[in-house]
């Protein structure tokens, strides 16, 4: 099967019952993409923490590496649950996607925009090393890149991870989700390739509402997943 039409959002499956927890996920959406699997050009980044245990069983799946892109929310000052926008960064490339419906909303000033960018930037970098344990990040001209999170709400993170791996001129971004909004995965039609998204519930309420299981995974467990499917076979693939 070939890659979706470019722009094209999928919904591949009208189903309701909740998944498991994001590793059963990960099984559901690797069915989907399996046009993707053994190309030696595709890589798998998922946006942790919830993303990497969605991400493992389909990068094993597709026999792609598995990495990291940290995507950091800035939250709108007073109200941290909030998203005035986000940045996302994978080695020295680092974008900043803003809401500025959001910001006017809550009289934001850019220069609260930028407190919570530089202040949020640290936080990427050391979640970032500590993910990757030393790993250089992965090199993406050329690849195709598989964007994975376990769901999209508003999008806003996601865009922003979709514009840092722009900036490294891949051949292709496919944004991978098990569940999201329809305004979410609008969104990221609009910037991404492709985005596939197994279920978009109506109403949309939140992205748990998809999972049985919705504990967040620990830091322990992400760098497990990792070091299990980014080792050798991102070696080998020059990642």
């Known amino acids: 099967m070939p890659p979706p039409a470019s722009g094209c959002t999928v919904d591949v499956s009208a189903g309701s019952a909740p998944f498991a927890d994001r ?6 959406l690797s069915h989907h993409l399996t046009a993707y699997e053994d190309d030696p ?53 680092v974008e900043l996607v803003h809401e500025e419906r959001v910001r006017a909303r809550a009289h ?10 530089r202040r949020e930037l640290v936080e990427l970098h050391r979640r970032e090393a500590a993910y990757r344990g030393g790993r250089p990040a992965p ?19 996601m865009r922003a991870a979709v514009a840092a791996v722009r900036g490294l001129a891949p051949a292709r971004v496919v944004v991978a989700v098990p569940v999201g909004s329809d305004g ?40 497990a997943l990792l070091a299990r499917g980014g080792g050798a076979g991102a070696t080998d693939r020059g990642v």
């Open 41 to 93: 050009r595709v890589v798998v980044l998922a946006l942790p923490r919830g993303g990497v245990p969605v991400a493992a069983p389909l990068a094993a799946r597709l026999g792609a590496p598995l990495d990291v892109l940290v995507v950091r929310k800035l939250g709108v000052p007073g109200h941290p649950e909030v998203a005035m926008g986000a940045i996302a960064g994978i080695g020295a490339t």
């Open 184 to 223: 979410g995965c609008a969104a990221l039609a609009r910037v991404a390739d492709d985005v596939v998204c197994v279920r978009r519930p109506a109403p949309f309420r939140a992205v748990g509402q998809a999972y049985a299981d919705f504990d967040p995974p620990s830091d322990d467990e992400v760098r």
């Open 139 to 157: 090199r993406l001209a050329g690849r195709v890149v598989l964007l994975v999170d376990d769901g999209l709400a508003t999008g806003a993170t």
């Open 23 to 28: 590793a059963a996920a990960g099984v559901v």
């Open 108 to 117: 934001v000033t850019l220069d609260d925009l930028d407190r919570a960018r």
